[in-house]
Nanobody, 124 residues
Framework: QVQLVESGGGLVQAGDSLRLSCAAS????????MGWFRQAPGKDREFVSA????????WYADSVKGRFTISRDNAKNAVYLQMSSLKPEDTAVYYC?????????????????WGQGTQVTVSS
C-alpha cells in the first residue's frame, strides 16, 4: 500500500511557475507508475501527466505539453510536477496518484492510490 501527500500548491499570477511535490510512503514506491491529475470546480478529474517506474517514459496532456514537466526521485519516494507559464485555466486541485500497472494511464480508474490534493490557483 502507498500513501501519497501532495504539497506546493498556492496562488500565483499568470505566467508564474510552481513546483508540486508528492511524497509517498512505503518501500515499493519505485514499482509504481505515477501520475498527476487535476480537477476544476464543476469539471471531471482530468489527466495531466504520468511517469513510468524508472522515469524513462513520460506522458502529458496536450493542454500542458511544453509547460509542465514530471519527474521522480525513487531514492526520496517522491514525484514532482514543475509547472511553468501558468494560465488561469490551470486553476484546479491537483492530485498525485499511483498505479500498479501501465495501461490506460490517462484514465483515473487505472490508479490504485490517490493523495488528498493540493490547490493551485492562477490569477489573470
Amino acid at each position: 500500500q502507498v500513501q501519497l501527500v501532495e504539497s506546493g500548491g498556492g496562488l500565483v499570477q499568470a505566467g508564474d511557475s510552481l513546483r508540486l511535490s508528492c511524497a509517498a510512503s512505503g518501500r515499493t514506491f519505485s514499482s509504481y507508475t505515477m501520475g498527476w491529475f487535476r480537477q476544476a470546480p464543476g469539471k471531471d478529474r482530468e489527466f495531466v501527466s504520468a511517469i513510468t517506474q524508472s522515469g524513462y517514459s513520460t506522458w502529458y496532456a496536450d493542454s500542458v505539453k511544453g509547460r509542465f514537466t514530471i519527474s521522480r526521485d525513487n531514492a526520496k519516494n517522491a514525484v514532482y510536477l514543475q509547472m511553468s507559464s501558468l494560465k488561469p485555466e490551470d486553476t484546479a486541485v491537483y492530485y498525485c496518484a499511483a498505479s500498479q500497472g501501465m495501461m490506460y494511464l490517462l484514465k483515473p480508474d487505472a490508479y490504485d492510490y490517490w493523495g488528498q490534493g493540493t490547490q493551485v490557483t492562477v490569477s489573470s
